[in-house]
């Protein structure tokens, strides 16, 4: 049989007594090289490729472990399966150090060998097919259910799948998928827009609805404390639901965590959705109670979210709650985070406490400008692991266990998505008209509806009227407005750009965790 399956260097000083095992395995279709000893196996490793290391721990000169730790200063990530006679946890304990694969304590049978050869050397390999038919398998699942009537959780549960699939292909990029998923993705979209724009109307005038901005508080928030427990409401700005699930793998190691979802209103941007979560109103509802608010929308000013306190405060006070003492705090930079960490013991005692946190939205501005950032992060994947990075390292990460050691229940969410844009469309508009890429609002403004929502009458979508005969246009899919003057100067900063306050899946669905310490 022709060895294919993989080049293993064996190290033990009874070598000459494993010879049934070596014969075995190089029958399964491995080519198998011997040592007797450690200094004999760092020289073989350093001349040749081996994809795994089968290691004796109580060899003449040095052992094992030394061997291992010179290994790893040659070749840091060589899989080693440390096989053994002995049974003591101190070196278990050693070897766990050294980041082997497996442990095994002899005597040991060829066929069990043979299956953690395997599972180390061809895992990875075996993983790929493995996704590769489950995602070809999924694909017509999907492909078939969207051309049913699908409900708003059934919505969720396709999106929710995508995403899941994004973070495998991520970890095996050469599987050839991407294209085939994204494409999926851009026809769930056209799909889902359908879906939306045909029920946002009614569930913004109903209480039978999926849950939207609006309902976030009174529907995880208040319930919590209204049983006495300690809450963090966590917003953070443009948190998409793949970006969150790179990071559930560590919540899930310090909390119980349950995953929901909500959609954001219209335009899934900040003035509307995240004011929308903090105050419990809609926008026409909103800027009738604060005018203050209405001014600002109508200057579109630089900062539309300046009354989220007061907004948190009163949603309390109408719910009964006003005796809860609620502390909110805005985090745009890493020095804010780090002093709000530093002081977290002062918070111990607070009903509600209330974080925003500006970082994944403010790495989406500024890669639009930076075009060293879009070598950083030039896509949905790398944007994912920028991500990761940042919420690892970061003041958040620190925060949640020590909430955790404080027994909050934490709750974290995001007031909308970012989507990848692609299709630039000319609008018409007057010189009233804001500046949003996604979504505008204005006098006469035109676009084709296949491109955008177009809404002549904002009462329809519980929507303020802003200037004189106010119009808003909300973009569909993966569309970002243009004007007709510097088109193509806009055109190519703006295309492949992270975006929102349009209609799409990763703009809208939003996830809702809740985590109580396990």
């Known amino acids: 049989m022709t060895n ?128 590769t038919s489950g995602y070809l398998k999924e694909f017509q699942e999907i492909e078939e259910s969207i051309r049913n009537n699908l409900d708003a959780d059934e919505w969720w549960n396709i999106y929710n799948r995508l995403s899941k699939w994004q973070i495998n292909f991520d970890e095996h990029k050469d599987i050839g998928l991407n294209n085939i998923l994204s494409e999926q993705i851009h026809t769930c979209n056209r799909e889902f827009v359908k879906f939306f724009q045909g029920n946002y109307s009614n569930w913004i005038c109903n209480s039978d609805r999926p849950n939207l901005s609006v309902d976030v508080v009174p529907n995880f928030v208040i319930p919590k404390l209204k049983d006495d427990s300690k809450v963090c409401l966590i917003v953070i700005d443009a948190l998409r639901n793949d970006q969150f699930l790179t990071i559930l793998p560590e919540l899930g190691q310090y909390f119980n965590v349950e995953v929901d979802y909500q959609m954001s209103l219209l335009p899934s941007a900040t003035p509307f959705s995240r004011n929308a979560i903090f105050s419990g109103l809609f926008p026409d509802e909103l800027c009738a109670k604060y005018p203050q608010q209405l001014e600002l929308m109508k200057s579109d000013a630089p900062s539309l979210n300046k009354y989220e306190s007061l907004f948190l405060e009163d949603q309390l006070k109408r719910n009964g709650l006003s005796s809860k003492k609620m502390i909110y705090k805005k985090i745009n930079i890493a020095d804010q985070g780090d002093r709000l960490l530093r002081n977290i013991s002062d918070y111990r005692q607070t009903n509600l406490l209330s974080v925003v946190g500006n970082f994944v939205d403010m790495l989406a501005h500024k890669r639009a400008e930076s075009d060293v950032l879009k070598e950083i992060v030039p896509d949905e994947a790398g944007y994912r692991l ?55 609002y204005g006098r006469n403004l035109n676009s084709k509806e296949k491109n955008a929502l177009i ?6 979508y519980r929507l303020p009227e802003l200037v004189h005969q106010t119009n808003y246009l909300v ?12 088109q193509h100067r806009f055109e190519g900063k703006l295309k492949e750009s992270f975006q929102h306050g349009g209609i799409s899946m990763e703009e809208i669905m939003v996830p809702v965790v809740t985590m109580k310490g396990n």
């Open 386 to 440: 920028a991500i990761r990075t940042w919420f690892e390292n970061s003041w958040l990460y620190s925060m949640l266990r020590e909430l955790k050691e404080n027994n909050f229940t934490v709750i974290i969410t995001s007031d909308h998505g970012t989507v990848r844009v692609q299709r630039g469309v000319l609008v018409g508009a007057d010189r009233e008209t804001s500046s949003g890429v996604r979504y505008k």
């Open 4 to 131: 294919s399956r993989g080049k293993i260097l064996w190290v033990d000083d009874e070598i000459d007594h494993l010879k049934p095992h070596i014969l075995f395995l190089e029958d399964k279709g491995f080519s198998i090289s011997t040592a007797t000893n450690g200094a004999d196996a760092v020289i073989m490793v350093k001349e040749n490729n081996f994809q795994l290391i089968l290691m004796d721990q109580f060899m003449p000169g040095q052992d094992g472990i030394q061997t291992i730790e010179e290994f790893n200063e040659i070749r840091p990530n060589l899989p080693v399966i440390m096989i053994t006679k002995s049974e003591e946890e101190w070196l278990m304990d050693e070897a766990i150090s050294q980041k082997i694969s497996q442990f095994l304590i002899k005597p040991v049978s060829p066929s069990q060998i043979f299956m953690a050869c395997k599972q180390v050397i061809e895992n990875f390999k075996i993983r790929e097919e493995k996704i």
């Open 455 to 460: 809404i002549r009458k904002p009462s329809d």
């Open 475 to 486: 973009a569909k899919d993966d569309v970002f407005f243009l004007y007709p003057n510097q």
